[in-house]
């Protein structure tokens, strides 16, 4: 049987099967310059910098060996050269992928022939579909549009306001409990992230007491769940069609009966207890009307309820986790970021106001967004046949914006594999276009929650870098992996460093 064949456009071959991070002083993967002693690891400038990025291929790797590096880590399958091209298009066994890297490219696909290219992935809705059902995340058509139009105004900028007194609380519970644990405490970083954001989203959708009652709960099943669906899902790439059975154990059924089943646990505790007054998620949809005046159902409620609480969980959770990496590693960074919170709070807790007037934590997390971007890849099909930059993408075929590529593209950025939150600094805020930066989507299907997700990364770093810095455990070697988001690795082990605020 021959092996299947595919082609990136335009790539030169090459003969050096992998080449690391191509930046000066960054083998690839090499460890996060770990061994350096504490505090001051890593490099001393700003512009001095480069973080852990895969391995890059400098050839194009043939379609076999590309589906097997995928489903270990997406990152690692793109060659050094495919960061700088305004498109690619790699055909993988039937399917034709279109990847659009250039800012007017992501516009007339995701804004302009938004129509034709608002369908996720099958991919993505084979994996989803079990746990979300029509969910907005993973729906389309009208389905998509007339949820949207009611999950949109609830979690929508205007009510972080509303919210933002349930982030605050809870923050300020997990400071105290690193208080708590005592000098040089060690912590899984990414695990107490996950832990923060899990008990935000959960008190925010269910209430402040349900939240807190059932986040565990929640947590657990959820993370089931994640562990037994497979990204690749190889009858979608193969262009078989979307009625044909996908694979679907008994654990995954069971995983999802017990979310149902918590899922309405709480939603039948809320109606019983509802208290007027409390803006929350659940309360939101249980008063929604459609067009026509109907409520929703409950097993809508239960879809978009895991949507938000999938959605807005682990994303958050990998760019804080992301954040605390990078400053360990950028002396100069903390030390800004210090003079920042010493100076905008003289030690108290943030209000809602002073999210706006902390411009460098809010640029620490923007650049963590564009180096780490939680979703990595926004794949759709192509509902019929079209053209993106006047290159054909028929009908079935997998349009994509990767922000792994996008926000590195060295046309875009200068020096883009460095760390430098400056650049998100002044008038210019990375001085180029906002199709050049996607770390949440852009267009019609843009995230939701974007300023919920911002606002509440923003005030998690203030309220804990106050109190805190975190270094990086010796030895420890970090690595960006990618399944359905982008995490650095399965850990993160750190200390916690109690600090006092500057004189
Ligand atoms: C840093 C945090 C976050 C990031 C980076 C992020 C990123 C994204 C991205 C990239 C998408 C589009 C995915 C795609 O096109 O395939 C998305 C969709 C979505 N996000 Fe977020 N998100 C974050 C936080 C949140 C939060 C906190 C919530 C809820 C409170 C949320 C709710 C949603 C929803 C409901 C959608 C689906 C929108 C639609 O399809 O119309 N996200 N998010």
Known sequence: MQRPTGTIDGERTGDNPAAGCPVAGHGGAASATAEAPAPDVGAKAPGTYVPPC????????????????????????????????????????R?????????????????????TFER?????????????????????GETWRRRRQIVGPIIHASKVRDFFPVMAETIAERRAAWEAAGPDAPVDMLQEMAHLTAEIICRTIFGRQLGRDYAAEVVNS????????????????????????????????????????????I???????????????????????????????????????????MAGHETTANTLAWTWFLLSQAPWARAALKDELDTV???????????????????????????????????????????????????????????????????????????EPERFLGATRGGQSKFGYVPFAIGPRICAGLAFGLTESILSLAILAQGFEARLEPGTDVQPVCRLTLRPGETLPMRLQSRAPSA
């Open 345 to 419: 709070l003289a030690g108290r807790m943030p209000t809602y106001d002073d999210v706006a007037r902390l411009p460098y934590t809010r640029a620490v997390i923007e650049e963590t967004l564009r180096l780490y971007p939680p979703v990595p890849i926004l794949a759709r099909e192509a509902l019929a046949d079209e053209t993106v930059g006047g290159v054909a993408t028929p009908k079935g075929s997998l349009v994509m914006v990767v922000p792994w590529l996008l926000h590195r593209n060295p046309e875009l950025w200068p020096r883009a594999d460095h760390f």
């Open 54 to 93: 895969p391995m890059r291929p400098t050839a194009p790797p043939p379609v076999w060996k590309l589906i097997g590096l995928a489903r270990r880590n997406f990152l690692s399958v793109w060659p050094s050269s495919a960061f700088a091209k305004p498109w690619l298009r790699v055909a993988v066994l």
């Open 222 to 265: 959820f993370t089931d769940y994640q562990r037994h669906i497979d990204q690749i899902d190889l009858i979608s790439l193969l262009g078989l069609p979307d009625w044909l059975p996908r694979r679907r154990g008994r654990a995954i059924r069971q995983a999802v009966a017990r979310i149902d089943r918590v899922l309405d646990e």
């Open 95 to 115: 399917k034709q992928i279109f990847v659009c890297n250039s800012p007017d490219l992501v516009q007339e696909a995701f804004v302009r022939k938004h129509d």
């Open 267 to 309: 939603i039948t505790s809320y109606e019983a207890r509802r208290r007027d007054g409390e803006t929350s998620v659940i309360g939101g949809l249980l008063d929604a009307r459609d067009e026509d005046g109907k409520p929703l159902s409950r097993e809508a409620i239960r879809n978009e309820a895991a949507v938000i609480f």
């Open 120 to 140: 996720k992935s099958a991919q993505m809705r084979h994996a989803l579909e079990p746990l979300l059902g029509d969910g907005l995340f993973i729906s389309d």
